[in-house]
């Protein structure tokens, strides 16, 4: 048995292993796509044997495998998973979830490659990014930990250029039908074309779509032309980029503006207001969540439902009735909080922007360096609780209502008394 044969016969008997990988992946990445509105279709698949086979052999001419795991190394994509992106301006979006999501066991590759021109070709061939990944332990549950190791490729680029990549591949690279004609290899090249002005037409119906959404009276339709309208915004007015990792979950946003009846544009301009460009540490999405709340402290409730309904059937929901207490109390105690540092604004005269968050007002009031950092802390975990959806002890959260109670009284009192006592 040479090595290709006893490579195929140990990848025959983990071909489930592979698959398991690939379907993890692609969960994990569809989920995060889907939830911040980027239209696009995952797929995932591990390499069928036989056409493994097939490129072992072809690739053996040129590799001169010398073993079964000089085999194993070159072949890359055992278990992989494709985003077929409706619109290829979101490219950067996913390409920052990805980042986000995995760990990247080598570089990411573009295409086409500027050094591996194809000689008589009017267009570029097929344009896409590769990503080789593994899991992250944050995301995979305790039954799935050996899955953390396997090595997953990620294949993105449009809905078109996905589909004349499959016809190009099996007929010119796999050459299953023997060499192509020159006829053959230039209607390919034409397809090729077809498929970069379908690319263009993409980009500009998303751009009509977004300006659609923007004109007065037009609605939110779902959570994807509100993820665009976003975006829109955040270009125009934020100085740093904003990716897919920026957007958070735009779905539950969606339906809290939904609940309140606010999916009018216009609605949601003077929310818009309060956004910064600090992406990465708070997500749009979240970003406007926290203005809506700090508006009306009895949306959170409302909220609260959405994020159960979201989360049904994804997450353990370890909850005795005494958690769900101890947490409500944390809440109705943090809203206390948030009205007493808005009051502590206005009686001050110092100027907040509309629905100014916590944060916000932390930077503008002089409160004693203790205060203010306890109260960050306590942000932190609110932030947790109602974005994240972390588990806090009944103890913990019993703990942070007793601070948060004594630092309400302390600013209630004109900040007599020992900050200090709130170390106990």
């Known amino acids: 048995m040479n090595y290709i044969e006893q490579f195929i016969d ?10 398991k990988a690939a379907v993890l992946v692609a969960q994990i990445l569809e989920s995060d796509l889907r939830s911040s509105g980027i239209r696009c279709i995952v797929s995932h698949r591990a390499k069928d044997v036989e056409r493994l086979k097939d490129k072992c052999i072809q690739r053996d001419a040129e590799k001169k495998y010398e073993s079964v795991d000089h085999i194993f190394e070159d072949i890359v994509d055992l278990a992989g998973v494709r985003v077929a992106l409706y619109f290829p301006k979101e490219q950067e979006q996913v390409d920052k979830a990805i980042v986000r999501l995995f760990d990247q066991w080598d570089t990411k590759r573009n295409f086409p490659s500027a050094d591996k021109a194809t000689p008589n070709r009017r267009f570029s061939g097929y344009s896409a990014v590769h990503y080789r990944v593994q899991p992250k332990e944050k995301f995979i549950g305790d039954a799935d930990k050996r899955y953390l190791k396997a090595r997953v490729e990620i294949q993105v680029a449009s809905v078109l250029m996905h589909a004349w990549s499959e016809v190009q591949h099996d007929l010119a690279y796999k050459q299953m039908a023997g060499d192509l004609s020159g006829e053959e290899h230039a209607i390919l090249d034409q397809l090729n ?12 119906l998303q751009e009509a779509g977004e300006a659609r959404v923007a004109r007065n009276g037009a609605k939110f339709l779902n959570h994807y032309e509100l993820a665009a309208h976003l975006l829109r915004h955040a270009r125009e007015s934020l100085t740093e980029p904003v990716g897919d990792s920026g957007l958070g979950k735009v779905d539950d946003l969606f339906a809290l503006l939904r609940r309140l009846n606010k999916t009018n544009p216009e609605e949601l301009e003077k929310y818009l207001e309060s956004l910064h460009g600090a992406v990465e540490e708070r997500p749009l999405a979240e970003q406007v969540v926290d203005a ?18 979201s989360q049904s059937g994804k997450v353990e929901i370890s909850g005795p009735e005494r958690e769900a207490s101890a947490m409500m109390q944390f809440m109705r105690n943090w809203v206390d909080l948030e009205g007493t540092l808005k009051d502590l604004a206005k009686r001050a005269g110092v100027s907040q922007r509309p629905n100014a968050p916590v944060n916000h007002l932390l930077r503008i009031l002089e409160l004693p360096l203790g205060i203010a950092e306890e109260i960050d802390l306590l942000r932190s975990m609110r932030n947790d609780v109602v974005h994240s959806r972390r588990d806090f002890s009944v103890a913990a959260l019993d703990d942070a209502v007793k601070r948060i109670q004594q630092i309400v009284a302390f ?3 004109g900040g007599h008394g020992s900050p200090l006592a709130l170390e106990g």
């Open 411 to 413: 600013l209630k009192d």
């Open 10 to 19: 140990r990848y025959t008997k983990e071909y489930d292993f592979y698959s």
């Open 193 to 204: 074309g077809l498929v970069i002005a379908g690319e263009i037409s993409l980009r500009l």
């Open 292 to 309: 809506l709340l700090a508006e009306d402290p009895s949306r959170y409730a409302i909220y609260e439902d959405i994020r159960n309904a």
